[in-house]
């Protein structure tokens, strides 16, 4: 290992910001957000087999600021990574590696997600009713 | 032919200077060997398999949960007790945290330098999310089943 210098994971305090390179940071944060996300659907199940009210008062919590802005976050974690990932997989390939597809693929990916986001929120509050 | 080999495996000053600096790809000897931790590509394949089928997964979940929004526990008690519901949460919860697992071993491979550190990490997640997949499908059929 010593004498084969391998490549380092870059030092983001003093790397340089690109669009490529926020989006890929941005690939890790979400994956560990919607890893925290998994912790919190485990206990929304658990809540759900130990019975009504427990599971009423963690969906009171859900509908609270707290709760919607942790559910929000989530949805957007999830569009995001969900439509990066499919950017990943597209590189995997080996389509879409060269910058200027990188950066029109990047831009769908980051805009994609708020307005998949916001639409299924939309489609959410439509579905409790509230318009 | 054994001089190339022996250079290759050790990986010394004399087999430094034909490799370019900071190469991508390591010595022909390592990749033979299945790389440093001899299980070659099968880390980086599953996190693409998973990735591939927590697409429509992770779509039909939230598609679901949106659907969901504001249920009572009689509503979720009738979505979960649907034999589909069961099977493919079953399948997204089995494949988000092998998912999860592996992505989560990379942030801690590439950041935290201290074997005993890094490793005690990794174990710990791994045991989690055992104990947290396995804890999610007992709900399930807790569910199911009453």
């Not at chain 2, 070659?40 to 949106?66: E, M, N």
Request: charged fraction near 10%.
């Amino acid at each position: 290992m010593a004498g084969h210098p391998r490549p380092l994971s870059p030092h983001l305090q003093i790397y340089r910001r690109q669009l490529t390179s926020v989006t890929s940071i941005l690939h890790r944060l979400t994956g560990i957000g919607l890893s925290i996300g998994l912790l919190y659907l485990v206990c929304w199940l658990v809540a759900a087999a130990t019975g009504a009210e427990a599971f009423d008062r963690l969906q009171g919590f859900n509908g609270s600021f707290i709760g919607r802005l942790l559910l929000f976050g989530w949805t957007l974690a999830f569009f995001y990574h969900l439509l990066n990932g499919i950017r990943h997989l597209s590189w995997d390939a080996g389509w879409g590696f060269d910058l200027p597809t990188a950066y029109k693929t990047g831009w769908t990916a980051l805009i994609g997600a708020a307005v998949l986001t916001l639409l299924a929120w939309i489609i959410g509050y439509y579905q409790m009713g509230s318009f | 032919m054994d001089e190339i080999v022996s250079k290759g495996t050790t990986g010394g000053p004399a087999s430094e200077s034909n490799f370019a600096h900071r190469s991508m790809r390591s010595s022909i000897a390592r990749a033979r060997g299945l790389g440093s931790a001899k299980e070659g590509v099968g880390h980086w394949w599953v996190q693409r398999l998973t990735a591939l089928a927590l697409i429509p997964l992770g779509l039909w979940f939230v598609a679901s949960v949106v659907h969901l929004a504001g249920a009572d526990h009689a509503a979720i008690k009738l979505w979960l007790g649907a034999p589909f519901t069961l099977g493919a949460l079953v399948l997204t919860i089995v494949a988000a945290f092998y998912h999860a697992v592996l992505g989560l071993q990379v942030v801690i491979e590439d950041y935290i330098h201290q074997t005993a550190v890094k490793l005690t990490l990794i174990i710990l997640i791994q045991f989690a999310a055992f104990a947290l997949a396995a804890t999610a499908i007992v709900a399930l059929l807790v569910v199911f089943i009453g």
